[in-house]
């Protein structure tokens, strides 16, 4: 049955509406799926999608409106998500952002993909989304304002930069921008990221939506492009707490068999406590998030959210989280010793770009790699094969790898007074594009408040908490301690409960 002009279009359904209208059959998948696929087509000047295969797209959908009407329907079946192009899919390409990966197809799916789809082999069902397409990433996940992708989006012959859909000429946050603005400008109703060291929560903040990094292990990293191993984690990118419970659920759960890192413990239903109240609740205010570096208006909007939390009957507690400083250096140590590991793969030989011109394997090698790497890339492998090298793994890698345990028990202290951690996201509002793409260190230092929680493998999110300087999003970020994803979409839900920025949509959309 189509949506009558007395309700929302499709578009501003939340992902738990608009599963409900599946599930009453008030809608069907198919006219979800046409609609949304219409949507990604007429905005393609934001440069979020990357690609679409209609076919595939379409086939799940009415494969989910069969479910539907026979009863053995996942819990989000036929609603739409987009993928982050990190992630490998049989239907789209999985290009990681690279040259080194142009056209490349899986011939498997994630685990994370599979999970939301149509389930894994072995009997575990999946939810039931349909996948709209894949969206745009920084190259290999290396970056914080998706300016680094090398692959084209749709309508473009070259390789563009995602736009933010509050203001076209700025930034969306990395790497997983293309996510971010496309679940902002309502092209999609959720979609998958990745996070190593802030890549869900900045562009979340960025963009105005609500995204959430779980505890590292909660999600399978199987079958999702390496770039450090020790920190990628796979999360949702929805426009609500609510919403993300809902993705997060069918998201995580172990995947032992495939995934090494992977925690063996069961799925759960990250949406049981969304109401449960807060009075009471220990909120950690670590000052070194409030120093110097945070723009004031930024502040203000993060102090306004803290506000309407004491007017919910939490208590803001002063903690210290005295080695912050130092998740810049551990982190640009840690995580390019580990890409320039994972990307030796790409050499030429097995998949992926290979050099036309060539005298013999190593000019192969170096032609391949140096063609089809982008700048931003070469640098970490570079830095990363310096610290492990003879000499200088001692004096850089290993002491980086103590002081991220010490990084780590900085928040185990802070616990100890706290239920849950709260500051900022990121130091200032989404950039212009193009304004620190000659600078790669201003660009790290925009992860200052994101890293230690990654380092630490902490669940961490970001929440719509208001705007900055020229009406640009502010997000909250919260952190909360080992696998205390549902106590963290909790407090984020009573937030939203209380605000309406979760359901702004930016001008024009």
């Known amino acids: 049955m189509p949506m009558t002009s007395t309700t929302p279009e499709l578009h501003e359904l939340s992902v738990a509406v608009l599963a409900q209208h599946l599930r009453e059959r008030k809608v069907s998948a198919l006219e979800t799926a046409q609609h949304f696929l219409t949507r990604v087509k007429a905005n393609e000047s934001l440069a979020a999608f990357v690609d679409l295969n209609e076919d595939a797209t379409l086939a799940q959908a009415r494969a989910a409106d069969q479910a539907l009407a026979a009863g053995t329907a996942g819990p989000l079946a036929g609603v739409p998500i987009a993928h982050k192009d990190i992630f490998v899919t049989r239907d789209f390409v999985a290009t990681a952002g690279s ?78 921008g293309g996510s971010a603005a496309a679940v902002a400008a309502r092209l999609t109703p959720a979609a998958s990221g990745t996070d190593t060291g802030g890549s869900i929560r900045q562009p979340a903040s960025f963009c105005g939506i609500t995204g959430i990094k779980p505890t590292y292990g909660r999600a399978s990293r199987y079958g999702m492009i390496a770039y450090a191993s020790s920190l990628d984690q796979a999360g949702p990118m929805a426009r609500s707490a609510e919403d993300c419970a809902l993705l997060l659920s069918a998201m995580c759960g172990p995947d032992l068999d495939r995934d090494s890192t992977s925690l063996d413990v069961p799925a759960e239903d990250f949406s049981r406590s969304l109401n449960d109240s807060i009075n009471g609740l220990r909120i950690g205010i670590p000052k070194e998030f409030f120093g110097e570096g ?70 192969m090698y170096k032609k391949t790699r140096a063609e089809g790497f982008g700048d931003e890339v070469k640098r970490r492998i570079m830095v990363g094969a310096y610290v492990l090298s003879h ?81 640009m999003p502010v997000g909250l970020q919260l952190i909360g301690n080992y696998l205390q994803e549902a106590k963290l979409l909790n407090v984020a839900h009573r937030l939203q409960q209380a605000t309406d920025f979760h359901l702004r949509t930016p001008g024009g959309f």
Request: a neutral charge.
């Open 99 to 176: 040259r080194m990966l142009a056209g490349y197809r899986s011939p498997f799916d994630a685990t994370v993909v599979q999970r939301l789809g149509q389930g894994l082999a072995g009997n575990v069902s999946g939810a039931g989304m349909v996948t709209l397409g894949k969206v745009s990433c920084d190259e290999f996940a290396m970056g914080s304002a998706n300016e680094k992708s090398a692959t084209p989006p749709l309508g473009h012959t070259s390789p563009a930069p995602v736009r933010n859909p509050w203001d076209s000429c700025r930034i969306p946050g990395g790497s997983s």
């Open 391 to 471: 000499g200088y793994y001692d004096a850089y890698y290993l002491q980086a790898q103590k002081i991220r345990r010490m990084i780590a028990d900085d928040f185990q202290n802070a616990f100890k007074t706290c239920d849950v951690i709260a500051g900022p996201v990121a130091p200032t509002v989404a950039w212009k594009i193009g304004e620190k793409s000659d600078d790669p260190v201003a660009n790290y230092l925009a992860d200052i408040f994101t890293l230690p929680a990654s380092l630490a493998g902490l669940p961490g999110m970001s929440v719509p908490a208001g705007f900055g300087a020229n009406a």
């Open 294 to 363: 945070l723009a004031s208006d930024v502040r203000a909007a993060v102090d306004a959210a803290l506000k309407e939390y004491e007017k919910l009957g939490a208590k803001l507690v002063p903690i210290s989280l005295p080695r912050t400083e130092l998740s810049i250096p551990v982190y640009y140590i840690i995580a390019p010793a580990e890409a320039s590991s994972n990307l030796s793969r790409f050499d030429g030989v097995k998949f992926g770009h290979r050099a036309a011109d060539y005298t013999d394997l190593v000019s």
